[in-house]
């Protein structure tokens, strides 16, 4: 793409403002009555299918992607995208299982073409998408080698602090305990989405007490107290948060408090 046409582009990804898509998917057309070579038109399709796919419009991006396909169906890099895309919108839509198959076959399918280093976005993206979809599928112990293997992938802050939540979040079930304190601290230096923060600071917490730095422990708890109505969205068992800070405070010698929360830790 031209460096215009790729800012235009990155500029309606980032916003998802609609008025900056509408300019993208003009010079996305603009750029397909100049382009005659399949594989070129492929590729600009597909960057039409993204787009729709960023915004939600998963109906338009698929046909899109199918439109892309047609363009050169022989096409071994074409068809390479069709797979991997479609296996991103997948995962976008929140169809976890179905995403989940799709981008391990597509990773089988495609592993020779992907031992070429320009094509390690692809398998990264791949492996970043599959260690997302087993943690919310309840498949702790196979995220956990792809969610290691992530961390020596070149990520932003952000996607590398998501990366160490779910990691952490992993290593709770076998009470790898000193693994989930590393893992958390660390993601928990940059801000997470609310439902990874509310998670991490929970099981932070656990660790901890587990690890009998009660202080930190109880200053976690606190923190999931203080943003409790945020966090409900998410699943932040509230009341055992009061139950944790009451044994934690009874440990600490902080008899008022523990009774306090213990009070508060009983359902109405």
Known sequence: MLPLFENVVDRAMESRDPASAEEAFRHFEAQLKATEAPRDRANILYG??????????????????????????????????????????????GKTVEAYEHLTQALAKHANALRDPDLRFIYENAQLRRGSSLV???????AVPILEEALSFKLDSGTRALVLARLGRCYTGPSQWEKVRDCLEEALKVPLIAEWAAQ????????????????????????????????AKYGLPLLRVYDWLS?????????????????LARPI
């Open 48 to 93: 039409k299918a993204v787009l729709y796919g960023a915004l939600g419009r998963f109906d338009d991006a698929r046909k899109e992607a199918r439109i892309a396909l047609q363009q050169a169906p022989d096409d071994w890099f074409t068809q390479m995208q069709y797979d991997f895309i479609t296996g991103g919108l997948d995962d976008e839509e």
């Open 136 to 142: 919310r599928l309840g498949r702790m112990e196979e």
């Open 200 to 231: 991490s600071h929970y099981s932070l917490g656990i660790a901890y007490a587990y690890l009998r730095r009660l202080k930190e422990s109880k200053h976690q708890f606190q923190i999931c107290e203080e943003h409790a109505e945020e966090y």
């Open 247 to 263: 044994r934690i405070c009874k440990a600490l010698g902080e008899k008022t408090e523990s009774e306090r929360y213990a009070r």
